[in-house]
């Protein structure tokens, strides 16, 4: 037995998953398998490699920039997020990602995505990654508002579209246990309403039906993950950290003293639960893991 780790996605509210994670940091907590979608993946990737302050930094410091987020990339490159700046200039050069202590960890690391030709779940793991992040590039990639990725025989989108809390698929690793990181309060309920026009979705994505399908569903699945999230915890089999308040802001929020705000809740909710979550790993992990291997 040992206990996972699960990191739901969220654009700029990813913010509260990385205060949850720098705090798992300065307290040497360590999982020794990670499941990340979008923003989660993006935010597992600096804890893995020991350097959880870049997801600071990321948010307090390089998100406000129109090289980060913008309609100005979206126009340019038909994607909101410029990854070739963000996996480029920002991973290897202004804040650089230490991808020798990444790919040495012994920590398992499976990225989710959606295959639109099917609408299911896609989970690549550490030996998909290059320093392009292709994987991850795919696993942030919104419909309508990013390009779609190719890897390998795959085409990509968002991992959220069709497992936007990939704990399932951690159980089914074997974990029998999970902690599981949350970017919505407890009472949150995503609507039925679709976020773009159905018929511009229809018209952008008609050659690939599994997609839609699975877009039509997409407050269906979030909403029974969620359920599903709660029963574990109710049974003992889950430590669920989520906002103890309402994050009132959009995928896109640039503003540092916001992000910074909600960086701080994360960290003081993940320091609440701190005593039970090393408790749990103490009890239910096969193996300890650190950073350093």
Known sequence: MSVGLVL??????GSYTAGVLSAFEDNDVHFPSIYGISAGACNALSYISG???????????????????????FIKHGCMFDFDYIFGDLFHTILPFDYEAFQNSPVKFYAGATDIQTGL???????????????????????????????????????????????????????????????????????????FPPALMKAKYHKYPALLKALNKRADIYNEQRLFCQKLEKKK????????????????????????????????????????????????SAQAVSVEG
């Open 8 to 13: 739901e996605g969220g654009g700029m509210r």
């Open 51 to 73: 350097q959880s302050y870049r997801n600071h930094d990321i948010f307090y410091q390089y998100v406000q920039g129109d090289k980060y987020v913008s309609v100005k990339n």
């Open 121 to 195: 779940p896609v989970f690549f793991t550490k030996d998909d990654m290059d320093e392009q992040m292709d994987v991850i590039r795919a696993s942030s990639s919104l419909p309508f508002l990013s390009t779609i990725i190719k890897v390998g025989n795959y085409k990509l989108l968002d991992g959220g579209i069709s497992m936007p809390i990939p704990v399932e698929r951690s159980i089914c690793d074997g974990n029998e246990f999970n902690v599981i990181v949350l970017t919505r309060d407890a009472k949150y309920k995503k609507s039925a309403k679709p976020e």
């Open 237 to 284: 089999k889950a430590i669920v950290i989520l906002p103890s308040e309402p994050i009132e802001i959009s995928r896109y929020e640039k503003d540092s003293d916001i992000l910074m705000a909600i960086y701080d809740v994360g960290y003081t909710d993940a320091m609440k639960r701190m005593n039970e979550i090393k408790a749990m790993i103490t009890e239910h």
